[in-house]
């Protein structure tokens, strides 16, 4: 699952035709906690996936780290391009999850300091929206 992860967070980042330093900087953070090679991390960075990952057979834990973590990519460079939301709406009915769920995580991690923090009060308010 984890060099997914960092397939399908690269996929999100190039979107716009830009991956930024901060865009990076969560990838390679989440490349040493999920413990993947950085050859692995380096030559995907020089080679960015084409396309979106295959997200069918993940588990339900899964795919609330999937979503969650794909909204801290878009974050992370401080502006939301039109391409990467339509591009996490594409992700999170990938994901069997409504597409209204991206808006719905981002406003909740925004308006809800403590809930923001709350990753299993996020995962509870995200399951609403499966399929």
Not at 3 to 27: C, F, P, Y
Not at 65 to 83: Q, R, S, V
Not at 94 to 110: C, F, H, N, P, W
Request: hydrophobic letters at 40%; charged letters at 30%.
């Amino acid at each position: 699952m984890s060099l997914k992860l960092i397939r399908t967070l690269l996929h999100l980042a190039q979107v716009d035709g830009n991956i930024s330093g901060s865009e990076l900087a969560l990838i390679y953070k989440i490349a040493v906690a999920k413990k993947v090679p950085m050859f692995d991390v380096e030559q995907l960075i020089q080679n960015p996936p084409q396309q979106a990952e295959d997200l069918n057979e993940l588990s339900n834990d899964d795919r609330f780290e999937y979503i969650y973590t794909i909204i801290l990519m878009i974050k992370m460079d401080g502006k939301l391009d039109e391409k990467e939301f339509d591009m996490c709406n594409k992700y999170a009915e990938a994901l069997g999850y409504d597409r209204q769920v991206i808006s719905k995580l981002m406003t909740l991690i925004e308006s809800d300091f403590e809930l923001s923090g709350n990753k299993q009060g996020l995962k509870q308010e995200v399951q609403k929206f499966l399929k």
